[in-house]
């Protein structure tokens, strides 16, 4: 049971607030469905469209983080640490590598949304 527990608390992005966006734009559509009678499937369309693109975002988020791990080499804490210190203190060396790992992790993301874009 820790397993899983351990995989919903790391993947709770796509686990729990995927499915709770659709959970929260059908439960709009049915508060504001019985407030205006004129909303129609269209506004439903619209709200699950929202919910759909969230999940194409968080997509592109996940595979943005996969990429830089796997680009990067992964750091022990005190390396961190360290690195944080140099970064603070003004570092050209510390702020370059900073610089870098935040580039290529944009590329990575607006790759991955441009990606999972809806061509429609």
């Known amino acids: 049971m820790g397993r899983v527990s351990g995989w919903f608390k790391r993947y709770q992005e796509f686990a729990g607030l995927v499915p709770g966006l659709v959970f ?16 129609g499937t269209d506004a439903l369309a619209m709200l699950l469209e ?10 592109a988020l996940g595979l943005a ?3 830089l791990r ?7 804490p005190g390396e961190a640490a360290a690195l944080w210190v ?3 203190n003004g570092e050209r060396g510390a ?3 900073y610089l870098t790992d935040t580039f290529v992790w ?7 949304l441009l990606f999972f874009w809806p061509s429609g």
């Open 24 to 39: 929260l734009s059908l439960l709009a559509w049915v508060v504001f469905g019985a407030l205006d009678r004129r909303l």
């Open 50 to 59: 929202l919910a759909i693109r969230s999940a194409f975002a968080f997509a």
């Open 65 to 67: 983080n996969l990429a």
């Open 70 to 76: 796997r680009q990067r080499r992964r750091l022990e």
């Open 86 to 88: 140099r970064v603070l």
């Open 95 to 97: 702020l370059i590598v």
């Open 106 to 112: 944009s590329l990575a993301f607006i790759s991955a």
